[in-house]
Structure formats: structure tokens, C-alpha cells
């Protein structure tokens, strides 16, 4: 459960310091798809706390594995 004081969202800097890696190491796993999909929100690159302490209680899967056993996770695709 998230606790009251704790943000909803975490920022690449917070997946950094979430899983002990640097920012660099958090966008190489992003851009070869192995951390759920972020969000943009204005210029920034965010996840969803539920969804990023899930994926870490679940061994921290590929993205597509992620989405496959998760399908509630998974982003609409298209337009706006």
C-alpha cells in the first residue's frame, strides 16, 4: 500500500534511486524495453508507484512479459 506522504508517481530519477541503478542505466533499460512503460506528464517520463512496486514484487519482467501477465498495466496505443 502507498503511504500517505509518498507520490503516486516515480520519476527516472526515482527508478534510479528504486533500483539502485543510475539514471543512464534506468532510460538503457527503458529503451530496450525492460521496465513497464512510462507516461509522458509535460516533458516528464513518469511511472505509476502500484504499477513499478508490482513489477518489482513480480522478479522485474521484460516489458512485454510484463504486459502479457499484466494486461491491466498495459498503455492504449494510437492517438491522442
Sequence with gaps: MIAASEDPLI???GMAT???????TVYRLESQGRLPESVNIGRQRVWGRRE???????GCPPRKV?????PKYRKPKGGR
Design 66 to 70: 510484463w504486459e502479457r501477465l499484466h
Design 11 to 13: 520519476t527516472k530519477r
Design 52 to 58: 513499478i512496486m508490482h513489477w518489482i514484487e513480480s
Design 18 to 24: 528504486l533500483l539502485d541503478r543510475t539514471v543512464r
